[in-house]
């Protein structure tokens, strides 16, 4: 199993809602990612999980809230967002991130957020 | 600081060849990949270069000069399923003894039938 799946696949909120993204892969891999693309653009960084610690996180609004609750999965819990906020949010795990070779990240389909 | 160059757009004709570029400075140099993204799909991966030379997989290959900072990928007998942006990816080192990748700015190709 290479999948890696994300849910919702479409979330539409309000500024003032609370709401989760989730991501789960069972593939063993111990590093997992969150990437906000906006349209016409390549991913950018958010957060980088390790054996399920926090990482790397690239100076993401507080907003944004990362967890890892177990080695196969990942959540984003978003809260009080602003219209720019809107994107594709992609997860992506990879089997480690001191690798020792190729260790390719494997994408999920993405959450498209739309925040009114 | 960390940089990574690609052409915006490409165009070019089914059964022609294509060769996009990628043009790196990063903070250190752990691999570097080539994905391929549809319009509203997942990046997938298609090569990895971490030393010096050329990678063919299929009608696909990429080159890599480290002493450059530059990698491009090769596209021979093109499709019309090859439309899609194509990201050149560093893994460059994250701090703490992490790395992550970061992604260039991605390449739209169009092929024309």
């Known amino acids: 199993d290479t999948e890696v799946t994300q849910t919702p696949k479409h979330l539409v909120m309000g500024m003032t809602n609370k709401k989760s993204l989730k991501c789960e892969q069972h593939?063993?891999?111990?590093?997992m990612y969150w990437y906000k693309q906006k349209a016409k653009k390549p991913p950018e960084l958010m957060f980088v999980?390790?054996?399920?610690?926090?990482?790397i996180n690239e100076s993401v609004p507080s907003r944004f809230s990362p967890e890892c609750p177990n080695s196969s999965l990942l959540n984003l819990h978003l809260h009080a967002l602003q219209p720019e906020d809107s994107a594709l949010y992609l997860c992506?795990?990879?089997?480690?991130?001191?690798?020792?070779?190729?260790?390719?990240?494997?994408f999920g389909p993405g959450t498209r957020l739309t925040v009114l | 600081g960390q940089n990574i160059d690609q052409p915006t757009e490409m165009t070019a004709t089914e059964g022609a060849i294509v060769q996009i570029n990628c043009t790196y400075q990063?903070?250190?140099?752990?691999?570097l990949f080539w994905y391929q993204q549809h319009a509203g799909e997942a990046p997938t991966f298609l090569s990895y270069n971490v030393l010096d030379g050329l990678e063919e997989k299929g009608r696909f290959s990429s080159f890599l000069s480290r002493s450059k900072g530059y990698s491009y990928l090769l596209l021979k007998e093109l499709q019309m399923k090859d439309s899609a942006s194509y990201l050149c990816a560093v893994r460059g080192f994250g701090g703490s003894g992490t790395y992550k990748y970061i992604f260039g700015t991605g390449t739209r190709l169009k092929v024309l039938a």
């Open positions: 999980y390790s054996y399920e610690k926090l990482s």
């Open positions: 990063t903070s250190g140099f752990n691999g």
């Open positions: 593939m063993g891999h111990r590093a």
């Open positions: 992506a795990s990879s089997q480690d991130i001191a690798p020792l070779g190729r260790d390719e990240q494997f």
